[in-house]
């Protein structure tokens, strides 16, 4: 079964920095866009980061000169490095990203998540 699951989530003073993994497990062939969306409470989901597998980038203007996200192949792995937080930037993350499995149909797989808190 493939999995995503995040870490690296936690309570940050407003300032602080925070990074986040996420990694995919299971019979995998290869992995395509990969990406960080967060879900404030009361709030729709919205798209924070992606990367494509080629490592091309995009933001959210909200969070653009503070967050990075990168990945890792090798380790088929996705990371958002969060610095200068903000409180409007708590929200549960969720790690998103398309999978080919190994003798099987391409799917959009989404991790459980990871609380992010930012206190002022």
């Known amino acids: 079964q493939v999995q995503l699951v995040e870490s690296g989530g936690g309570l940050v003073q407003a300032g602080g920095s925070l990074r986040l993994s996420c990694a995919a497990s299971g019979s995998i062939f290869s992995i395509g866009a990969m990406g960080w969306y967060r879900q404030a409470p009361g709030k729709q989901r919205e798209l924070v980061a992606t990367?494509?597998?080629?490592?091309?980038?995009s933001y959210t203007d909200s969070v653009k000169g503070r967050f990075t996200i990168s990945r890792d192949n090798a380790k088929k792995s996705v990371y958002l490095q969060m610095n200068s937080l903000k409180p409007e930037d708590t929200a549960a993350y969720y790690c998103n990203a398309d999978i080919m499995p190994r003798g099987g149909r391409g799917m959009n797989y989404w991790g459980k998540g990871t609380l992010v808190t930012v206190s002022s």
């Open positions: 990367i494509t597998s080629g490592g091309r980038t």
